[in-house]
């Protein structure tokens, strides 16, 4: 956008250097507002849907958002004081508590000690803040984050246009597995120019869909000591998990912050987890910042007091808190989890058969000039376009065949190909979703 309206009104000369460079570049909330206008079928925005009466008790055959009817019900019985106070900064203390019980929940298979070495959650509102403060807290504007080249569009938006700081990317796959090279040559690289490198990974991926088994979650860990111990530089490693648990095959289920968690003092691991996609409390925007503190880095107490001061300093001259009605209902689900566990595996076992129907969609209907990443999770599955711009696709898609996509040219990455969100379609609407990618391919060849 060129800004010319703001430029001859004389607004664009009192905005900041700042305000100045900000922009919101063509993306995803332009092609789901597209799809909501033209398309019958809309395979854009990250929610999940289906009828009420597949995963709850209900006669509804309306398609609706998925949702937990434990959350929807609690809301009806809280106190004044629950719903209109003030909230400390960093979350009240029973959502702090229960969701730090949580995570010890959905870890313990893998670490049954992993509540003894992380920190109390700090809340803020939604993933995408978490991410914002913690880049804000750990890179530099001189320094790089180091990320896949398949990412979801606002990392850049983050930690480009907001922080200031620059993106090294590496290929996420290389000959159908994660790229541990590519992910090890970009550490060692970025560490030559900094003090230390910054990694986040999100899995399962957006837009790819895809989550690592054991066996390469372990290989991952593995990848990054060896980064540090020939850079020589500590590394920090988020581990965005916005989809944990949404995982449809035999894959990691749990977050690989896990695995993470203790790998020696020279590299720290932080968690940024929430309810959007894990509670399915799209609208509650609620998410947690945890660190992980293991004894060789020291007094884990003195260490989170300070931590959290820092923080505090940063979300309270920002954000300043979040909201107090959202985490009291969240201190109250998580801390009894049987409460909602059953329903929310079916909202998963029914995301896995449109997953499932996708993929078996694709390999009945294989096209040369259309390579699907593999995916097994998350709510996405990605689609390589060979010749075609994607972009064009995807208005031809529009304008023809009625179906949203997301289109993805990043030409300096190598990458032209379409973002499918799967989880917001029926399983009978994927066969016309596939033909008519197929068909539109062919149109414009």
């Known amino acids: 956008m060129e800004f010319k309206a703001l430029k001859k ?10 305000g100045k460079e900000i922009f919101q570049p063509p993306g995803i909330v332009e092609w789901s507002e597209r799809a909501k206008k033209e398309a019958a079928i809309n395979s854009t925005v990250g929610v999940a849907t289906g009828k009420p009466s597949e995963y709850m008790d209900s006669s509804s055959d309306k398609v609706g958002i998925f949702h937990l009817s434990a959350i929807k019900e609690l809301y009806n019985n809280f106190k004044p004081e629950q ?5 400390p900064v960093l979350g009240i203390p029973s959502v702090r508590n229960s969701w730090k019980k949580w995570i010890g929940f959905k870890l313990k298979d893998h670490n049954p000690a992993i509540e003894s070495i992380i920190t109390q959650p700090y809340a803020i509102p939604g993933i995408t ?3 914002y403060v913690l880049c804000r807290m750990f890179l530099s504007p001189t320094e790089k984050a180091i990320l896949p080249e398949k990412r979801w569009g606002n990392y850049d938006a983050i930690i480009k246009r907001n922080i200031g700081a620059g993106i090294q990317s590496f290929t996420l796959f290389r000959e159908n597995r994660f790229n541990y090279e590519g992910l090890k040559s970009a550490i060692v690289e970025t560490a030559k120019n900094q003090d230390k490198a910054f990694v986040l990974l999100n899995f399962p991926n957006n837009p790819t869909g895809y989550s690592p088994d054991r066996e390469t979650a372990e290989k991952i860990c593995s990848t990054l000591k060896e980064s540090v111990k020939e850079s020589g530089k ?3 490693v988020v581990t965005d998990d916005a989809y ?9 289920k749990h977050s690989i912050f896990s695995h993470l968690a203790e790998l020696g003092k020279d590299i720290l691991a932080v968690k940024v987890d929430g309810i959007t996609k894990e509670l399915l409390f799209w609208g509650g925007r609620l998410g947690m910042i945890t660190f992980a503190i293991p004894p060789y880095f020291g007094d884990k107490g003195e260490i989170e007091l300070e931590l959290e001061n820092k923080f505090v300093g940063l979300v309270r001259a920002t954000i300043s808190n979040s909201t107090k009605i959202i985490q009291e209902g ?5 801390s009894e989890p049987d409460k909602f566990l059953q329903e929310r595996e079916r909202i998963i076992s029914i995301i896995g058969k449109k997953a499932n129907a996708l993929k078996e969609e694709l390999e009945k209907n294989s096209n040369p000039e259309i390579l699907p990443d593999h995916f097994n999770s998350g709510f996405f599955a990605f689609l390589n376009i060979k010749d075609v711009s994607a972009e064009k696709l995807a208005d031809h898609l529009l304008k023809k065949y009625k179906i949203g996509v997301i289109p993805f040219e990043k030409k300096k990455e190598n990458i032209n190909g379409l973002r499918l969100t799967f989880s917001s379609l029926s399983v009978e609407e994927i066969p016309r979703l596939v033909a008519g990618i197929n068909n539109a391919v062919a149109d414009l060849k």
């Open 129 to 131: 803040v978490g991410i």
């Open 9 to 18: 009104s004389g607004i664009f000369n009192l905005l900041s250097t700042f």
């Open 330 to 334: 969240v201190a109250s689900i998580v």
């Open 234 to 236: 500590p590394l920090i």
């Open 244 to 252: 944990e648990g949404f995982v449809y095959d035999d894959s990691l």
């Open 83 to 87: 719903i209109f106070a003030y909230a």
